[in-house]
């Protein structure tokens, strides 16, 4: 079992920054690919970043320019380090992992481990 934790939301302004954390216990994350999601009130879960064992990345591409993904392993930890925020990025960030090997990693049935999630919210 994997037990996630996200960390990092808050409240900032259109154009601010937000670092994402998330801390992984119960394995070590080396081998696992993980993602960020988000969720929008009166919408589905969608991807916003995902990276691969490997460190190669993906960004949907309303973030691409923006958003930076990136893995501390040593630590068992995840970030999403979100620059330029804009009103349309706000909702609830989850973190998820899965050590079954997709060829995408950008569904959410591609992740077997959530987090409980961490509010993100962008005023104009």
């Known amino acids: 079992q994997v037990q996630l934790v996200e960390s990092g939301g808050g409240l900032v302004q259109a154009g601010g920054s937000l670092r994402l954390s998330c801390d992984a216990s119960g394995r070590t994350l080396n081998s696992y690919a993980m993602g960020w999601f988000r969720q929008a009130p009166g919408k589905e879960r969608e991807v916003v970043a995902a990276i691969r064992w490997s460190a190669i990345t993906y960004y949907t591409d309303s973030v691409k320019g923006r958003f930076t993904i990136s893995r501390d392993n040593a630590k068992n930890t995840v970030y999403l380090q979100m620059n330029s925020l804009k009103p349309e990025d706000t909702a609830v960030y989850y973190c998820?992992?899965?050590?079954?090997?997709?060829?995408?990693?950008?569904?959410?049935?591609?992740?077997?481990?959530w987090g409980q999630g961490t509010q993100v919210t962008v005023s104009s």
């Open positions: 998820a992992a899965t050590n079954r090997f997709s060829t995408r990693y950008q569904s959410t049935y591609d992740y077997d481990y």
